[in-house]
Structures are given as structure tokens and as C-alpha cells.
């Protein structure tokens, strides 16, 4: 972030990710080491007026350039989405800087991708630059809090939570009460038209319940006590996944159709949503090979999902009849088969032999048991492995 700041004004910086993954620690630690004028707000206040605010804040970072008398200067906004019309605003303020010729360089801050990606794309094309900003990593974690393994794949990739890990109970009611609830009810439910805010909340419950497994809509809203539609569903799991804390994994067929049709796997995005919701600490969670084993899967799917957007890569899984392959890797035409042995007991016969006879696959790698080690496997970049 810091050497796009550096480059001359081309684009609007996004910095676009989950709450508590680091992104305003991350600018204010990039503001600290320019030497610029610069101006941060927030604007996760609710007496705030919308595009009145982001005209005045506007108006002080130019202040600061014109009193400096340097030629550039920055205005970092963060929680934007939370202001209506933001985007529109934005652009006039943006083409008027750039008519006038000056140098007012923008970052924006978002704790919800999907209503950030719609601003964007409705009335800043051609103005923006995505940062991604995930879930932290194994070696993120690792390197930064000395995270062991099992301690990466029962707590996840909070790096705000992360003193906590020493008190089961605290980390929990921390994960509980300022990542999820926050999330759902101020990311999702106050942005976004939801009829069924309770039939939500249990998807998302259910979807940590059942990260890891291979569950069709209508098995779910079986399992839900709904009589809601399959797209109703579908959208509040769109919602949850835009919020970076359940997603589905669809079925690879190579065909678009069968892929969009298919029964999704459902993944958490941070394993540690699995253990704050569960009644294990990570003591017991190790003792149970079968629930153990379904996070270890969890954390490695997460670990795909999360990284797949930086390496411009598509995660699937595969079924077929009796044989599953847990996960897909493909970037453009080279796919690349995951075989997961976590300890968990799976119905599904593995099916590395037989996806490799329909499709080919580049690479076919066993994570686990007999094969990579799951800390190197979590340590590497997706890139790795493609390459």
C-alpha cells in the first residue's frame, strides 16, 4: 500500500476485507510513514449526513495540501459504506480534483466487500484500485503472535483476538459479541434488504456446523425449519460470504450450467468461527478426531477461498457417485486436485484416480496424512503450488 501511495494520482486505493483483519492499524501505520499532509475519518458515527460529511472532510485535506504548499497530500475515509450516495460523491469530488489538477491521493476503507464493490463499480469505473484485505494466514499468525498450527486451526486468523487465545472464555465472547454479532447486525441486516433476519442468523450457525460438508439448498432449509425458497438462501449465503464468514464451494463438472445447479459445499472463511459457536476448547476439540479433523479441512478451505481472489483462481470441490475430491484448484485452464486426510471419517470415497482420468489435472496433491504436511501446506502462498 504504501508504494502505490508513493506513485503519482491514478486511482482511488480501496482496502476492502472483513472487520478485524487489520485494515485501519494498516493505514494508520502507512500514514505514519508519510511524509505528506494527511487527514483520517471515519465515518462509523450515526449522526453523520452523508454526502455533507464527505465534501467537508474533503475540503480539510485540500486545506492541508494548499497550507503545506506540497503538491499532494492524503484523505483516508474508512467504514464509507456506511454513508448514503457515498460513491456518487465521491466521483464529483474526485473528476473536480482532477480537472483542477490536484493531487489529492484517496483511500477507502470497507468492512463490507459486497456493498463496497457496488459503489464502485456503479459510479467509480475506471477510478479504483482494489487492495484486498483477508482473514489473515497460518503465517501471518505465525509470524506475528507465534501461532502454532493447532493453534492457527482452532482460533483462526484474528489477529485482534489473538492475546485472548490464553482465556478460552474471553476469545469466545470477543469472536461472539465483536465479529459476529457486529458483523450480522451492522455489515448485513442494517445494509441490505433482509426479510428473514432470523433465517439468516441460522444459516450462518449452520453453516459453521456444517463447514467442511457438501449440503443441498433444500436439505438446508430442512435443517433451518424454514419454508423460505432455495434463491432466498442462496442470497443470504451471498450476503454471509461478502461479509467474509461463510461461503459455498461449488461442484467442479466443467460445464457452467452443472456448476451453478449443483449442491454447494459450505465453508467457513476463518476457522475460528467453527470453534467461538462450538462447545469445545481446543483440549477437547483435539480429543474428537471426527471434529478436529472437520476443521482442519475447514482451515484449509479457507485458506483457498481467501487467497483465490489475489491469485485470480477459482476454488470447486468434486463428486461423483461415491468418490469426492475436497477441493479444486483452477487458474485459467490448469486445475489442480486436493485430497485432504485430516483424521475425519468421510462417506465419500476419495476420487483423485478418477477425476484425474476425466480431467486431467495438472498437479494432484495429498494434504495430510502420507503426504504434505498441513504447516507447510497453511505456510505457502496459493501461487505455490500452481507454479
Known amino acids: 500500500m504504501l508504494s502505490r501511495l508513493k506513485e503519482p494520482r491514478k486511482f482511488i486505493q480501496v482496502l476492502a476485507g472483513p472487520r478485524q483483519t487489520g485494515k485501519t492499524t494498516l493505514a494508520h501505520q502507512v500514514l505514519d510513514e508519510m511524509t505528506i499532509p494527511a487527514h483520517y475519518v471515519s465515518a462509523d458515527q450515526p449522526s453523520l449526513q452523508g454526502d455533507i460529511w464527505i465534501e467537508q472532510q474533503w475540503e480539510i485535506a485540500r486545506l492541508l495540501i494548499k497550507e503545506s504548499k506540497k503538491r499532494t497530500g492524503i484523505l483516508v475515509m474508512d467504514e464509507i459504506q456506511k454513508l448514503p450516495s457515498w460513491s456518487e460523491t465521491i466521483k464529483k469530488l474526485w ?45 501471518e499468525m505465525k509470524d506475528a503472535f ?90 443470504y449465503l451471498h450476503l454471509l460470504s461478502g461479509a467474509g464468514m461463510v461461503t459455498e464451494i461449488k461442484k ?44 482442519v479441512e475447514s482451515a484449509i478451505g479457507a485458506h483457498l477461498i481467501n487467497n483465490s481472489t489475489q491469485y485470480n483462481m477459482d476454488i470447486f470441490y468434486w463428486r461423483h457417485i461415491n468418490r469426492e475430491v475436497d477441493f479444486i ?37 495429498l494434504i495430510g496424512n502420507q503426504g504434505i504436511k498441513i504447516e507447510t501446506f497453511l505456510d505457502k502462498p496459493l501461487d505455490f503450488w500452481i507454479k
Not at 491521493?105 to 459510479?123: D, F, M, N, R, Y
Not at 466443467?254 to 467453527?274: D, F, H, T, W
Open 95 to 139: 473528476d473536480e480534483d482532477s480537472k483542477n489538477k490536484i493531487g489529492l491521493k484517496v483511500v477507502l476503507l470497507g468492512s463490507a466487500p459486497l456493498l463496497i464493490q457496488k459503489g464502485l463499480t456503479e459510479s467509480l469505473a475506471g477510478r479504483f484500485e482494489i487492495i484486498s484485505i483477508n482473514h489473515w494466514s497460518f503465517k
Open 252 to 295: 467442479y463438472a466443467g460445464e457452467q450450467v452443472r456448476i451453478r445447479g449443483s449442491s454447494p459445499k459450505l465453508n467457513v472463511m476463518n476457522a475460528g468461527l467453527m470453534s467461538a459457536i462450538s462447545n469445545y476448547d481446543i483440549k477437547s476439540a483435539k480429543e474428537d478426531s471426527e471434529y478436529w479433523g472437520r476443521l
Open 146 to 235: 507465534g501461532f502454532s498450527l493447532d493453534e492457527y486451526i482452532f482460533y483462526g486468523g484474528y489477529p485482534g483476538a489473538a492475546e485472548f487465545i490464553q482465556d478460552h472464555q474471553r476469545w469466545k465472547s470477543y469472536i461472539n459479541d465483536a465479529l459476529i454479532e457486529t458483523t450480522i447486525s451492522r455489515d448485513i441486516l442494517l445494509m441490505n434488504r433482509v426479510d428473514k433476519p432470523a433465517l439468516l442468523r441460522r444459516l450462518f450457525f449452520l453453516g459453521c456446523e456444517y463447514s467442511g460438508q457438501i449440503l443441498s439448498y433444500n436439505k438446508m432449509l430442512g435443517q433451518l425449519q424454514d419454508a423460505g425458497n432455495t434463491t432466498t438462501l442462496a442470497h
Open 329 to 365: 484448484i483452477k487458474q485459467n485452464k490448469s486445475l489442480i486436485a486436493i485430497e485432504v486426510k485430516s483424521g475425519q471419517h468421510k462417506m465419500s470415497l476419495p476420487g483423485i484416480k478418477t477425476f484425474s482420468d476425466l480431467f486431467k489435472p495438472m498437479k494432484v496433491l
